[in-house]
């Protein structure tokens, strides 16, 4: 429906001057001379996961391309995903939060002591599992940004600190079964496939209605914008990805359809686009977003320029292990309970290589939250294709240090990169 | 008197008077006092070049000027008004902008994020990029800056001389009155000094007050109306830059005085310190301190 209206809009401005074609291979030009200056972006993240996809998909055929698998794998990444979320505005202050994993795995069992044990309804314990994730940032925050404890042995201790008090939470052994069905669900149900079609309609419609808007206030004000058709090859390309993702979760994929049917998108994953979307317009069109950008490139021109540092630092370890707190109820909500090991292993690893892969610089001033998603995604997908093709565990965590190693030395040297064709 | 025609924009005040006066400021730092009476004016439209050799006390005396450290005695008017200037947001308050040295820019951020780095121009709660991107476009067009590509460059990569002419652009934004610019050009290839001395010219030409520190005597004469020499934490004069040559200011900077050749050498400041002779022996009598090098004595 609104697709409609804004290719109606679009054909009155595809009448400018300057020939379509023409303004594409300029953008194409463009954007291949910032990549060129070392201005990656999430390039090789995206050109990683495209190869991956390819070689697991020839390898093992069936099983990993088949439609549960391809849904299991989102579930699956979701709150590695959504950790690295938080540690995003972490790395964009040049700081890190090792603690972000046991953060998670804390507030889930906050989720699940003040639910389970003392009855409260689900929302008031998200809100519990949240102000645990504040709390836990809040000290995190208060040592880095006021005392000036670096931030790596801040969270350090607090990754152990935190352990322990999720021992001492569950108990040695113990588990805390997570009982409210709307928790449940998050992680195990999907939208009716109609719901999932109006979303995908509402999401691209909305897009479109956006970034067309933006085009043509810029236009009127006189400002340089893109070119129509740029925009268009772009809503196209997002069209056809989400259609085909769309299509694919809405297929039947139960293994019994007869006993139980699985289909459709699983709820989880409007719930990481709203995540996306909020943080996404958070830092880039508010004025905290604008100066957490200005402390990581320039901490010192920050601080001149009148903007409160310690606070802007603060915030960002707070809002860091709030998102861990929330990613904890993903956690607890996957395996229906919170134990001693929630959140720990390799998830907080998981969750900065993520980020690191998807772009997001460790040396601060440089990231964005959709790096995340690339850059779950394709951790997911080694963990989970490797997996398939029965490659033990060992063999993964190699692959996978490998591939963060790559991703980190791509950053490292499209830095290098920026720093010879910025001063030149 | 003025050696500059004064065109557009903000005009000089109607009561001619500095924009800018110090009168008999100090600053020490514990028991080393690294400002002793010094005197300064700076006026609208006017470039005033501070030179003096290192250590003589010119970061101390703009320090001072911009707030980062109240002077510990004197008078500080600023357009005719004692005023109390303790902090750098009451100097920015009075319309005093320093750009320093290291310019002190986000690399990662562009033009125009840069220019309204701590002061963003918001509507209902979110930045207004199109009127910050306006209002860039507009002061860079303002001060004839033409390399710059787009004003969503990242400063990153950006030149030296396009990164000065961004910090500069930043301090006059503001509606600022007095510029300060400390070695705008220390870091600068020939064609790019050039760009930024056309550009304190034009600065001054608008209106605005500028106080220029560098230590190219070439560049200074060049540009500037007036020139104030400090020696040793001393105001050794402040002479109008038409009436003196490269070899007249390198002695005063070197602890000399003038000879009153033509006898049109308007010197201001502390009296002690000049027409004591021809010669070097002017210096002061105490032990000056901070003196990180020993001046070279004019024969």
């Given amino acids: ?424 | 008197m003025t050696t500059t025609t004064t065109e557009a924009g903000r005009a000089p005040s109607a009561t001619e008077g500095p924009l800018l006066e110090l009168r008999g400021v100090n600053k020490s730092f514990g028991a080393v006092q690294v400002l002793h009476d010094v005197s300064l004016t700076a006026r609208l439209g006017h470039v005033t070049a501070l030179v003096g050799d290192n250590g003589a006390g010119k970061s101390t005396l703009i320090k001072g000027i911009a707030g980062i450290h109240a002077f510990d005695g004197g008078e500080y008017l600023f357009e005719g008004h004692p005023v109390h200037v303790a902090s750098p947001r009451q100097a920015n308050a009075l319309g005093i902008e320093v750009v320093y040295q290291d310019l002190a820019l986000c690399d990662n951020l562009d033009i125009v994020e840069n220019l309204y780095l701590g002061r963003e121009a918001l509507t209902a709660g979110l930045l207004d990029e199109l009127t910050m991107e306006e209002r860039a476009a507009e002061t860079l067009a303002g001060l004839s800056v033409r390399t710059v590509k787009s004003v969503r460059q990242k400063v990153a990569s950006l030149s030296g001389g396009q990164r000065q002419t961004v910090a500069i652009a930043r301090a006059v934004l503001w509606n600022s009155k007095l510029v300060i610019l400390d070695e705008p050009t220390a870091a600068l290839g020939v064609a790019q000094t050039e760009q930024v001395l056309q550009l304190v010219r034009r600065l001054a030409e608008s209106g605005l007050a500028v106080i220029l520190i560098s230590h190219n005597m070439t560049e200074v004469l060049r540009v500037a109306d007036e020139i104030a020499v400090l020696y040793l934490g001393r105001m050794t004069a402040q002479v109008k830059a038409k009436d003196v040559n490269h070899n007249q200011v390198v002695t005063l900077i070197t602890g000399g005085s003038l000879v009153e050749e033509g006898g049109h050498v308007e010197v201001t400041g502390p009296t002690d310190d000049i027409d004591t002779g021809p010669q070097a022996d002017g210096r002061p009598a105490a032990a000056p301190p901070a003196a990180a090098t020993e001046p070279e004595e004019q024969p």
């Fill in chain 1, 1 to 424: 429906m609104s697709q409609s209206l804004s290719e109606k809009e679009l054909e009155n401005t595809l009448d400018a001057p300057e020939s379509p074609g023409g303004a594409l291979a300029e953008a194409v030009r463009a954007y291949f001379g910032r990549v060129r200056g070392g201005d990656v972006g999430p390039l090789p993240a995206i050109l990683g996961l495209v190869v991956l996809l390819a070689v697991f998909s020839g390898l093992q055929g069936n099983t990993f391309t088949n439609s549960f698998n391809f849904a299991n794998l989102l579930i699956q990444s979701a709150p590695v995903i959504v950790i690295a979320m938080g540690i995003v505005f972490v790395l964009l202050i040049g700081e890190i939060d090792l603690s972000a994993g046991w953060t998670a795995g804390v507030a889930g069992a906050t989720l699940g002591v003040v639910c389970t044990n003392h009855g409260w309804p689900w929302y008031l314990g998200v809100v519990a599992c949240l102000a645990t994730g504040a709390a836990v940032g809040l000290i995190n925050g208060l040592l880095v940004a006021w005392v000036g404890i670096p931030s790596f042995v801040v969270t350090l201790a607090a990754y152990l600190a935190l352990q322990g008090l999720l021992l001492k939470i569950i108990g040695e052994g113990g588990t805390i079964r997570i009982q409210s069905q709307t928790i449940l669900d998050v992680m195990a149900k999907n939208l009716p496939v109609w719901l999932g079609w109006v979303l995908f309609v509402v999401v691209v419609g909305l897009y479109a209605l956006v970034t067309f808007r933006q085009m043509a206030t810029r236009r009127a004000r006189g400002l340089v914008t893109q070119a129509p058709v740029v925009w268009l090859v772009k809503l196209v390309c997002l069209t056809l990805l989400l259609g085909i993702c769309t299509y694919y979760l809405s297929g039947e994929r139960s293994r019994n359809p007869a006993l139980t049917s699985i289909k459709g998108i699983p709820i989880v994953i409007p719930v990481v686009l709203v995540l996306l979307v909020g943080f996404t317009m958070l830092l880039t069109r508010t004025l905290f977003g604008r100066h957490v950008y200005a402390v990581g490139g320039n901490a010192e021109a920050a601080r001149r320029a009148g903007i409160n540092v310690p606070r802007i630092r603060l915030l960002c370890f707070v809002i860091c292990s709030m998102i861990a707190a929330g990613a904890g109820v993903l956690l607890a909500s996957r395996v229906n309970s919170v134990t001693p090991t929630t959140g720990g292993g390799e998830t907080l690893l998981y969750a900065v290589g993520a980020a690191v892969i998807g772009g997001t610089s460790l040396f601060g001033g440089k990231g964005r939250p959709v790096d995340a998603i690339i850059g779950g995604l394709v951790i997911a997908v080694v963990a989970n294709g490797m997996g398939l093709l029965n490659k033990s565990a060992a063999v993964v965590y190699m692959v996978t240090g490998v591939v963060l190693l790559i991703a980190a030395g791509v950053d490292a040297l499209s830095r290098r990169r920026a720093a010879a064709s910025g001063r030149a």
